[in-house]
């Protein structure tokens, strides 16, 4: 009988432990969707007083255009502006991505037009490196929503910049494997640690003790592999500390039966 009130207590004990970790458990659930919702909020709030200067800011420039130097503070507020933006739109992607609401478009259009267009217009903003196309792919067409491709090659291009300050070339390239197309954009730069090759895709990651000094989110990588992924693709990257990395990812170069 004793041995039978100790299991009783036993079990009761472990219903107690039970509820108060289902507790806890339901706390942090509530936590992280009060914080998401915040992250959401907070975006949309930054971004409509943004998007107000960004347009006083650019009729200022036009009425200006004579006048060389306040032009060019312009100029430079403008390039700060348009920073902050896409911090802001990078932020309020995230929490579409929790939310499960991050929209895709998808289209056809020509991919090597659009790889040559993507390249000229961060090109246009990257003076530091030459960004090498080989993409001979002819004039296959692709099913995708074409801004979100550009979002992730352009993030892409400006991680493989921005983490090879040292070098001056980005090669992208493009092939097609059977059913898909392979990009993958190359740099030179101080690549990343085998053990956290798989790390940087994840939400608000960043190698932070090997370079302090660069300035990020690390969401951008997170936000390109929801995309990829939601395109049935696939993003994988391949690196060598010291030497540089290469981001590969693949979209299927046909239009599938359910879309
Ligand atoms: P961010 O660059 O804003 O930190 P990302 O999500 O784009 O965010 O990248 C996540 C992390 O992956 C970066 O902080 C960096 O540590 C690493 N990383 C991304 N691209 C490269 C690259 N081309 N070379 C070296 N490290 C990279």
């Known amino acids: 009988v004793i041995g039978a009130s100790k299991i009783a207590r036993d079990i009761t004990e472990q219903v107690a432990i039970q509820a108060q970790l289902e507790q806890q458990t339901e706390k942090l659930k509530e936590l992280n969707r009060a914080k998401d919702e915040f992250i959401g909020m907070a975006s949309h709030e930054l971004k409509t007083p943004l998007t107000s200067i960004k347009a006083y800011v650019q009729l200022l420039e036009r009425q200006l255009k004579g006048e060389a130097q306040t032009a060019l503070s312009i100029t430079k507020t403008i390039r700060h502006v348009n920073k902050l933006s896409g911090l802001i739109s990078d932020l309020l992607d995230v929490s579409r991505i929790e939310a499960g609401k991050l929209q895709l478009d998808f289209i056809s259009f020509p991919l090597g037009a659009f790889l040559l267009e993507v390249i000229d217009s961060v090109q246009h903003t990257t003076v530091t490196h030459v960004i090498e196309c080989k993409c001979d792919i002819g004039e296959l067409n692709v099913y995708a929503d074409r ?31 059977g059913n898909d197309l392979i990009i993958s954009v190359r740099d030179y730069g101080i690549g990343i640690p085998q053990a956290e090759l798989d790390n940087v895709f994840s939400r608000f990651y960043r190698v932070k003790e090997l370079h302090p000094s660069f300035s990020g989110l690390g969401i951008g990588l997170f936000i390109s592999q929801e995309i990829i ?29 359910e879309e």
């Open 147 to 177: 801004q979100r491709i550009e979002q992730v090659l352009t993030n892409l291009l400006t991680n493989a910049a921005k983490y090879s300050p040292k070098a001056d070339k980005i090669v992208v390239e493009a092939v097609r494997t």
């Open 229 to 257: 992924q939601r395109h049935h693709g696939r993003i994988w990257v391949e690196s060598q500390e010291g030497s540089g990395s290469t981001f590969y990812f693949s979209i299927p170069a046909f239009k599938r039966k």
